[in-house]
């Protein structure tokens, strides 16, 4: 498999947007730390300074007025103010990076996906609780190496999150967010988003694209976790073997560049563990047989991209722990038998 590398222009193009959607994200998260607002309130005769928290009106007192409590309020305007400066002018940044983005053709990811992967980001959930596994984690990877994957392997219809219920999960912003869950979420990217059935995994929009909610089996039998981040009518994850391997692996975390030039965050599982696990999906007797065949495609595309542009993720067995031996050592010898694979590609020591 060729890789077409990114020129000069590119990677320029490419890290000014990042170092853009970066200053984004950090002055997104100080402003929500404005939502709502500050007022005085009248209450048996005397002011109180009051701390609205959301759109209805639930907030606190911060205590009578006072040279102090007018101090805190003239602090929170005027820092208010600043932070909404500075996000704008930050967005009129990212549209001129974006100009340059679809101008150098970096313009990869479907708008769709990477208007939910802020979503996800911005409620603090993508990479603690949900990572992106399938064929759209193979953007990040070919972003961090610099080239470009042929345009056939990446075809797909969904994305396929996987949720890891360790964490506690917690979901920012008004009642229905956090009743609807990641339905929600999913609707303030397209509103046509609605789950594929009762007690469904999958959501599907009007264009037929789709959002899968998957979480590796527990490990005991009769252990239940949580299936739904919301209520009755949200997405409900379909369990599936052996999903844990990608869960332990390493968080990876790149931004990447939507086909209307606009960056979002994206976190996946290491690249070694994504190569490992589409090798061992091939050899699945299960597996439907061309899915098998783009498993170990995908597998072999991602292992060949590491091994020539991400040297710092070595396949040493002592860096793949998460995986029992056998399919480490089975998925590197099927890759092995391929040709024109870069040195480094060695079977792992007993």
């Known amino acids: 498999m060729m890789f077409q590398e990114w020129t000069n222009s590119q990677r320029r193009v490419y890290l000014d947007t990042a170092q853009v959607y970066e200053a984004f994200t950090d002055v997104y998260r100080k402003s929500r730390s404005f939502r709502g607002g500050m007022h005085w309130k009248k209450s048996k005769g005397r002011e109180y300074l009051f701390r609205t928290l959301d759109r209805n009106g639930y ?25 909404k400066e500075r996000l704008a002018a930050v967005k009129t940044r990212l549209a001129e990076q974006a100009r340059f ?13 990477t208007g939910i992967l802020r979503l996800l980001e911005q409620q603090g959930i993508l990479g603690k609780n949900l990572l992106v596994v399938g064929t759209h984690a193979m953007f990040a990877y070919e972003v961090a190496a610099g080239i470009f994957l042929d345009s056939p392997i990446l075809a797909t219809g969904d994305i396929d999150l996987l949720w890891d219920v360790r964490p506690p999960l917690k979901l920012v912003g008004d009642k229905t967010i956090r009743n609807e869950g990641l339905i929600g979420i999913l609707k303030k990217a397209d509103r046509t988003f609605a789950p594929a059935g009762q007690r469904h995994f999958r959501a599907v929009n009007n264009e037929g694209f789709m959002v899968d909610l998957i979480k590796p089996e527990p490990r005991r039998i009769i252990q239940r976790d949580r299936r739904r981040m919301g209520e009755n009518g949200d997405l409900e994850a379909a369990e599936i073997r052996n999903l844990q391997w990608l869960i332990a692996s390493p ?40 899915k098998k065949t783009r498993d170990h495609e995908q597998g072999l595309a991602v292992a060949r991209l590491t091994l020539q542009y991400l040297p710092n993720y070595p396949f040493a067995p002592s860096e793949l722990r998460m995986f029992p031996k056998d399919v480490t050592s089975e998925g590197i010898s ?12 060695d079977l792992p020591e007993d």
């Open 251 to 290: 968080k990876f975390h790149q931004i990447i560049i939507g086909d209307d030039g606009y960056p979002a965050g994206m976190t996946a599982p290491d690249p070694r563990a994504f190569a490992l696990h589409k090798q061992w999906l091939s050899q699945q007797a299960d597996r439907d047989s061309r």
């Open 334 to 345: 099927a890759f092995s038998g391929e040709d024109d694979l870069p040195v480094g590609f």
């Open 101 to 113: 983005c679809k101008a150098a053709r970096l313009d990869r990811v479907p708008r769709l996906v």
């Open 59 to 83: 907030g606190k007192s911060l205590g009578p007025r006072s040279p102090e409590t007018a101090q805190i309020l003239e602090r929170f305007q005027h820092n208010k103010q600043a932070v």
